[in-house]
């Protein structure tokens, strides 16, 4: 395995994790869980903030999936495209921590680490 794709095999484990933070931060039982979710009352504090940081990070995860089997599938991949796989799971992680401590602009800036990455591997497919 390359090392872009052990990148974005960890990646897809964060994004792992992040959704069993959000599920498990969400106390609201789990019957309200388990059920249609019709009447769960809106999350807030922490169990919000895992919430929408792992909503964030599904945005993000499928442009990353593609731009990652691009590289791959065209032979693209490089040291440029491995320091924008790097970049954007150190700047996925740091948001999600950020996200969970409730720091808004610096949180911003993590988000935009992540977005440089996925802009150096599209620099490298055209």
Known sequence: MTPDLK???WTVVLA????LVAVLGA?????????????????T???GRATRAHRNMMES???FIALVLVAQIAGKTSAM????????FWGR??????????????R??????????????????I
């Open 93 to 106: 992680l740091a948001h999600w921590l950020i996200y969970l401590a409730g720091i808004p602009w610096l």
């Open 108 to 125: 911003t800036l993590a988000w935009l680490v992540s977005v440089v990455g996925m802009i150096l591997i599209f620099r490298e497919l």
């Open 61 to 63: 995860l499928p442009l």
């Open 81 to 88: 495209t491995l320091l924008g796989a790097h970049l954007f």
């Open 27 to 43: 106390q609201v039982g789990l019957g309200p869980l388990a059920g249609n979710r019709d009447e769960v009352p809106p999350l």
């Open 45 to 47: 504090g922490f169990a």
């Open 16 to 19: 792992f994790v992040e959704v």
């Open 7 to 9: 990148i974005l095999v």
